[in-house]
């Protein structure tokens, strides 16, 4: 894991020969990082600053706004649809996360904890599922929903199961489940047992708390995947009714054509949710990630 | 453990029957139960949606139409359109991969043999009917596959036509009309009749304990499935082959398939028979390995030239689109995963200091990631726009430069460099203007989540490697040579993995980014295959595009696999 407070104390143990000359090293890399950190956030920068700015402003390529028309927001909010886009888009991502959590945690804890047959062959090919790019299941996946939707009672296409069901489990989330829940220490299930809990009671009362970064994290990717889709969506979705707002704000973006103040107004709406959630789990969502990536 | 005593070795009936439901057999046996109930779910998605879409796309590439789900059969057809007579090439050799991969199998099995003196040969039986039943279980599917879709269109007709009948008892109706097929019952009957034959075979077969009889069995089913799909696929593409000979000569016309095929796999033979010679060469005394470099060297040349004579004329009747399409995945990784590695390694190293606010960088870093791309594509359109007054012209205007088209650039960037006067040819112009704009757009947002994996990386190499080097006098970049890359290299490897697959998945920005003035110069493969599905609706054709990327990308994992057992080192 990668535990920053350790490495902070790790570092300071090292004592360099040449401190005294490192102030300027420090410097040039504090301006390193300072423009690292400029250019990450100058797109959002710029987004927010065309957002306010009048048409005039925005089509004379003004730098920042004289006055912030705060009214764009609500112009392109109202124009674009975007009420119903960011409602789609959160049931969307609220249907998807839920069943991602439950049905990954599941079959997380089933290969981290558990011995059954078949166990190694299941978790290569959920392994070799990861390498598959999304573009090669679009043809079939397409056209199974295509066949769900006349076969089922449910309607699928332009409706919620289709953008839902198949992102309910993936095998990303699995794994990174797992490698969490691998780390906890075998003592707590010989204890847990020896206290006549089984499974399932040592899944959602010990394994669960104790994985809240990794919990974050897959919560995270799916909502930002969910939030993020675009390829899908235009390929089962045929009316606004249920189009999310990555789709909804490419639509608008051709529509406002060459309004950018709207468009940008339109792209702030749509990164600003995401932004927020993400403050609010940064600590949590890096550690997740930190700790999947390294071992793959 | 749950294998022996769910299948172990039982004295008595009724002594199981209690045992099944009490004491530590008991609750093994609910545990393996357990288990798959809770992976039940899970793994009814990933199959329907990311595993059975595989033989999906193989079988549906295998249609043509437009707007047709159940389109007419075309054989090979799709992929001749997409790659030229280089499919018929590529056939063969993906059955010479699986006879390779089927000897491979039985070389290892062999050497255990050997190794323990084993007569597991009775195996065979059971492996090989397994195997059957896998091919006869395909056979199966593909026999069932255009009927059942066939189902979907039926229920929309009935119910259109005003059948009061629910869409379920519809359901019921045609699919009981599909399993009177006679073909299909048989290839039902057939798969389970073999499958159950090599059940009830592994079960007599087993039951002498021999510790490594799994390990003979899945090397017999191994065996069994990969020579199954070697021996179909050679016959299948020789059947392909002759039937667009007999095409052809109906039409008077001569075709030069099998010249291709035996020139392009001769040139491929002799590539793989050079690295073979270099590599041994390494292991000999220096005159040898200098005869031996210069013999590797030579074959080598030899093989590029056939390569390079008879691919293009090959490859010459594929789709443009799609070679462009490739191209441009090619330039975006090359031109991406560098940098992005470059900076972020960079970035780690300095957070990894003693530095203030570390925690602020690496959320402004990370910010690129967790954006949503339409929304910061959106603005990088207006940033990188091709109008003089775009804010990105306007600063390289104010540095002296002329301004550029950027995402509305569809020349190479190499032809920019060069100027009008010097006329560059095709191949040498190097990536658009506007797919270098995509490159940025992927190295922004990358940038940040490889430096926070980088972090972890560093954080785990221990600070006493570090301290002894400094007490021998290594200096910083001597510390980061030899000891921070060799301890990051499984961290380098798994993002390189990550980032090369990141590159086949890219879609989104692309999406947004590409303009009509671009000339399809920043398509990647994926959008290639999006516009021809949901453009022109060929959705057999876009499924052997599917295809074709999802043998390079598996092919580029093989590859990536091989390179990192040899390099990566996992202190």
Same mark, same amino acid.
């Given at each position: 894991?990668?535990?920053?407070?350790?490495?902070?104390?790790?570092?300071?143990?090292?004592?360099?020969?040449?401190?005294?000359?490192?102030?300027?090293?420090?410097?040039?890399?504090?301006?390193?990082?300072?423009?690292?950190?400029?250019?990450?956030?100058?797109?959002?920068?710029?987004?927010?600053?065309?957002?306010?700015?009048?048409?005039?402003?925005?089509?004379?390529?003004?730098?920042?706004?004289?006055?912030?028309?705060?009214?764009?927001?609500?112009?392109?909010?109202?124009?674009?649809?975007?009420?119903?886009?960011?409602?789609?888009?959160?049931?969307?991502?609220?249907?998807?996360?839920?069943?991602?959590?439950?049905?990954?945690?599941?079959?997380?804890?089933?290969?981290?904890?558990?011995?059954?047959?078949?166990?190694?062959?299941?978790?290569?090919?959920?392994?070799?599922?990861?390498?598959?790019?999304?573009?090669?299941?679009?043809?079939?996946?397409?056209?199974?929903?295509?066949?769900?939707?006349?076969?089922?009672?449910?309607?699928?296409?332009?409706?919620?199961?289709?953008?839902?069901?198949?992102?309910?489990?993936?095998?990303?989330?699995?794994?990174?489940?797992?490698?969490?829940?691998?780390?906890?220490?075998?003592?707590?299930?010989?204890?847990?047992?020896?206290?006549?809990?089984?499974?399932?009671?040592?899944?959602?009362?010990?394994?669960?708390?104790?994985?809240?970064?990794?919990?974050?994290?897959?919560?995270?990717?799916?909502?930002?995947?969910?939030?993020?889709?675009?390829?899908?969506?235009?390929?089962?979705?045929?009316?606004?009714?249920?189009?999310?707002?990555?789709?909804?704000?490419?639509?608008?973006?051709?529509?406002?054509?060459?309004?950018?103040?709207?468009?940008?107004?339109?792209?702030?709406?749509?990164?600003?949710?995401?932004?927020?959630?993400?403050?609010?789990?940064?600590?949590?969502?890096?550690?997740?990630?930190?700790?999947?990536?390294?071992?793959? | 453990?749950?294998?022996?005593?769910?299948?172990?070795?039982?004295? @008595?009936?009724?002594?199981?029957?209690?045992?099944?439901?009490?004491?530590?057999?008991?609750?093994?046996?609910?545990?393996?139960?357990?288990?798959?109930?809770?992976?039940?779910?899970?793994?009814?998605?990933?199959?329907?949606?990311?595993?059975?879409?595989?033989?999906?796309?193989?079988?549906?590439?295998?249609?043509?139409?437009?707007?047709?789900?159940?389109?007419?059969?075309?054989?090979?057809?799709?992929?001749?359109?997409?790659?030229?007579?280089?499919?018929?090439?590529?056939?063969?050799?993906?059955?010479?991969?699986?006879?390779?991969?089927?000897?491979?199998?039985?070389?290892?099995?062999?050497?255990?043999?050997?190794?323990?003196?084993?007569?597991?040969?009775?195996?065979?039986?059971?492996?090989?009917?397994?195997?059957?039943?896998?091919?006869?279980?395909?056979?199966?599917?593909?026999?069932?596959?255009?009927?059942?879709?066939?189902?979907?269109?039926?229920?929309?007709?009935?119910?259109?036509?005003?059948?009061?009948?629910?869409?379920?008892?519809?359901?019921?109706?045609?699919?009981?009309?599909?399993?009177?097929?006679?073909?299909?019952?048989?290839?039902?009957?057939?798969?389970?009749?073999?499958?159950?034959?090599?059940?009830?075979?592994?079960?007599?077969?087993?039951?002498?304990?021999?510790?490594?009889?799994?390990?003979?069995?899945?090397?017999?089913?191994?065996?069994?499935?990969?020579?199954?799909?070697?021996?179909?696929?050679?016959?299948?593409?020789?059947?392909?082959?002759?039937?667009?000979? +007999?095409?052809?000569?109906?039409?008077?016309?001569?075709?030069?398939?099998?010249?291709?095929?035996?020139?392009?796999?001769?040139?491929?033979?002799?590539?793989?028979?050079?690295?073979?010679?270099?590599?041994?060469?390494?292991?000999?005394?220096?005159?040898?390995?200098?005869?031996?470099?210069?013999?590797?060297?030579?074959?080598?040349?030899?093989? +590029?030239?056939?390569?390079?004579?008879?691919?293009?004329?090959?490859?010459?009747?594929?789709?443009?689109?799609?070679?462009?399409?490739?191209?441009?995945?090619?330039?975006?990784?090359?031109?991406?995963?560098?940098?992005?590695?470059?900076?972020?390694?960079?970035?780690?190293?300095?957070?990894?200091?003693?530095?203030?606010?570390?925690?602020?960088?690496?959320?402004?870093?990370?910010?690129?990631?967790?954006?949503?791309?339409?929304?910061?594509? @959106?603005?990088?359109?207006?940033?990188?726009?091709?109008?003089?007054?775009?804010?990105?012209?306007?600063?390289?205007?104010?540095?002296?430069?002329?301004?550029?088209?950027?995402?509305?650039?569809?020349?190479?960037?190499?032809?920019?460099?060069?100027?009008?006067?010097?006329?560059?040819?095709?191949?040498?112009?190097?990536?658009?203007?506007?797919?270098?704009?995509?490159?940025?757009?992927?190295?922004?947002?990358?940038?940040?989540?490889?430096?926070?994996?980088?972090?972890?990386?560093?954080?785990?190499?221990?600070?006493?490697?570090?301290? +002894?080097?400094?007490?021998?006098?290594?200096?910083?970049?001597?510390?980061?040579?030899?000891?921070?890359?060799?301890?990051?290299?499984?961290?380098?490897?798994?993002?390189?993995?990550?980032?090369?697959?990141?590159?086949?998945?890219?879609?989104?920005?692309?999406?947004?980014?590409?303009?009509?003035?671009?000339?399809?110069?920043?398509?990647?493969?994926?959008?290639?295959?999006?516009?021809?599905?949901?453009?022109?609706?060929?959705?057999?054709? +876009?499924?052997?595009? @599917?295809?074709?990327?999802?043998?390079?990308?598996?092919?580029?994992?093989?590859?990536?696999?091989?390179?990192?057992?040899?390099?990566?080192?996992?202190?």
């Amino acid at each position: 894991m990668a535990n920053i407070p350790v490495t902070n104390s790790v570092s300071e143990k090292r004592p360099h020969p040449k401190t005294r000359h490192v102030d300027i090293g420090r410097i040039v890399i504090y301006i390193i990082l300072i423009i690292g950190g400029l250019i990450s956030i100058t797109p959002f920068l710029f987004s927010i600053s065309v957002s306010l700015m009048n048409l005039t402003e925005a089509t004379g390529r003004a730098i920042l706004p004289a006055s912030p028309q705060w009214g764009n927001y609500v112009e392109a909010w109202e124009e674009a649809n975007f009420g119903l886009y960011f409602w789609n888009s959160i049931k969307i991502a609220l249907i998807s996360v839920t069943g991602q959590v439950i049905f990954c945690i599941g079959a997380a804890y089933a290969f981290a904890r558990m011995q059954f047959p078949g166990k190694d062959f299941l978790f290569t090919l959920l392994l070799s599922t990861l390498i598959l790019p999304e573009a090669v299941t679009w043809v079939p996946n397409f056209i199974t929903i295509v066949w769900l939707d006349r076969i089922t009672p449910l309607q699928w296409i332009n409706n919620w199961p289709a953008l839902t069901i198949p992102f309910m489990a993936s095998a990303f989330s699995i794994l990174l489940l797992r490698q969490f829940f691998q780390q906890i220490p075998g003592e707590l299930w010989d204890s847990a047992q020896i206290d006549g809990a089984g499974h399932m009671r040592y899944l959602i009362q010990i394994v669960i708390p104790l994985s809240r970064a990794a919990l974050v994290t897959v919560i995270l990717f799916s909502f930002i995947g969910s939030w993020n889709s675009l390829a899908w969506p235009i390929l089962v979705t045929q009316t606004p009714d249920w189009r999310p707002i990555s789709y909804g704000l490419l639509t608008f973006l051709d529509e406002a054509g060459s309004l950018a103040h709207l468009r940008m107004a339109g792209a702030v709406i749509t990164i600003l949710p995401l932004i927020i959630v993400y403050f609010f789990t940064q600590k949590e969502f890096t550690e997740g990630i930190a700790t999947s990536g390294l071992k793959g | 453990m749950a294998t022996q005593t769910v299948t172990g070795q039982e004295t @008595a009936v009724t002594q199981r029957r209690i045992s099944i439901l009490s004491g530590k057999r008991g609750r093994n046996f609910r545990e393996v139960v357990l288990a798959y109930l809770l992976l039940l779910p899970a793994f009814a998605i990933i199959f329907t949606f990311g595993i059975f879409p595989l033989a999906f796309s193989v079988y549906q590439s295998t249609l043509k139409g437009l707007n047709k789900i159940v389109g007419t059969y075309d054989g090979l057809g799709n992929y001749t359109k997409a790659i030229g007579n280089l499919a018929y090439v590529l056939g063969f050799w993906l059955a010479i991969i699986f006879l390779f991969l089927a000897v491979n199998a039985a070389i290892k099995g062999w050497r255990t043999v050997r190794k323990y003196g084993d007569k597991p040969w009775l195996l065979a039986l059971p492996g090989f009917s397994i195997a059957a039943s896998f091919g006869l279980l395909l056979r199966f599917i593909f026999l069932f596959l255009p009927e059942a879709l066939g189902i979907g269109d039926k229920i929309r007709a009935a119910t259109q036509g005003g059948a009061e009948e629910t869409s379920a008892e519809l359901f019921k109706q045609f699919l009981g009309e599909v399993w009177d097929i006679p073909l299909i019952q048989q290839a039902f009957w057939l798969t389970i009749g073999v499958l159950v034959i090599g059940l009830i075979l592994t079960y007599v077969f087993s039951r002498n304990h021999d510790p490594r009889r799994g390990e003979y069995l899945s090397a017999f089913i191994q065996i069994g499935v990969y020579l199954l799909g070697g021996i179909f696929l050679s016959w299948y593409t020789l059947t392909q082959v002759q039937a667009a000979y +007999a095409a052809a000569f109906e039409d008077g016309e001569t075709l030069e398939i099998w010249a291709q095929v035996i020139t392009i796999s001769a040139g491929f033979v002799l590539l793989l028979f050079s690295w073979m010679i270099w590599r041994s060469a390494s292991h000999q005394d220096s005159t040898k390995s200098t005869l031996l470099r210069l013999a590797a060297g030579s074959i080598l040349i030899i093989g +590029a030239w056939l390569l390079i004579g008879e691919l293009p004329a090959a490859a010459a009747d594929g789709d443009k689109d799609w070679y462009q399409g490739l191209l441009n995945t090619v330039y975006y990784s090359i031109g991406s995963i560098p940098f992005q590695f470059a900076i972020s390694l960079m970035l780690a190293t300095f957070l990894f200091q003693d530095i203030k606010g570390k925690g602020l960088f690496r959320v402004l870093f990370f910010l690129p990631y967790v954006t949503p791309a339409v929304g910061a594509a @959106a603005s990088f359109r207006i940033l990188f726009s091709g109008r003089v007054d775009a804010p990105i012209n306007r600063i390289i205007t104010s540095l002296g430069f002329e301004p550029l088209g950027w995402l509305n650039e569809s020349a190479g960037i190499f032809q920019l460099i060069a100027g009008e006067s010097l006329k560059l040819p095709t191949w040498a112009t190097g990536p658009s203007l506007s797919l270098v704009v995509v490159i940025i757009f992927g190295v922004w947002t990358f940038i940040g989540f490889n430096t926070v994996i980088f972090l972890a990386g560093l954080g785990a190499i221990p600070n006493e490697l570090y301290e +002894a080097a400094s007490i021998d006098g290594g200096g910083r970049w001597a510390q980061f040579r030899h000891i921070t890359l060799p301890l990051l290299s499984p961290t380098l490897y798994f993002l390189t993995l990550y980032a090369v697959i990141g590159t086949f998945k890219a879609f989104n920005h692309i999406y947004v980014l590409r303009t009509s003035a671009a000339l399809g110069t920043t398509d990647t493969a994926s959008l290639v295959i999006f516009d021809a599905m949901k453009r022109d609706t060929r959705y057999g054709y +876009a499924a052997a595009l @599917a295809v074709l990327l999802l043998i390079i990308v598996m092919g580029l994992t093989v590859i990536n696999n091989r390179v990192a057992s040899k390099r990566v080192f996992y202190g």
